[in-house]
Nanobody, 123 residues
Framework: QVELVESGGGLVQAGGSLRLACAAS????????MGWFRQAPGKGRDFVAA????????YYTDSVKGRFTISRDNSKNTVALQMNSLKPEDTGFYYC????????????????WGQGAQDTVSS
């Protein structure tokens, strides 16, 4: 079973940038669709971005298009989420997830989840 570990969360002012990284425990990441989900306080886990196993296709929720970039390096078993022009509404716990189902925006398509990383954007 692959395990995922996120890193890179933190506190930043609005307009700033953060980069989240997700590392897999062993060489298997290229088999998986990878996604990032965000959970704000008191809310459910929402789709943020996804990238297919080859990296040829990427998907974003509308609110982050043009500001966030998802990428992967299968040779290093890592996935990253570069977040620019951050807004207070981007605050939340960010989860990295791996899956094999085609519905990239649906959390049930993902079988493996990291422990999450907190990002806080102050106004």
């Amino acid at each position: 079973q692959v395990e995922l570990v996120e890193s890179g969360g933190g506190l930043v002012q609005a307009g700033g940038s953060l980069r989240l990284a997700c590392a897999a425990s062993r060489r298997a990441l290229n088999r998986y669709l990878m996604g990032w989900f965000r959970q704000a306080p008191g809310k459910g886990r929402d789709f943020v971005a996804a990238i297919t196993n080859s990296g040829s296709n990427v998907y974003y929720t509308d609110s982050v298009k043009g500001r966030f970039t998802i990428s992967r390096d299968n040779s290093k078993n890592t996935v990253a989420l570069q977040m620019n022009s951050l807004k207070p509404e981007d605050t939340g716990f960010y989860y990295c997830a791996a899956g094999r189902q085609p519905r990239v925006r649906t959390s049930t398509s993902y079988d493996i989840w990291g422990q999450g990383a907190q990002d806080t954007v102050s106004s």
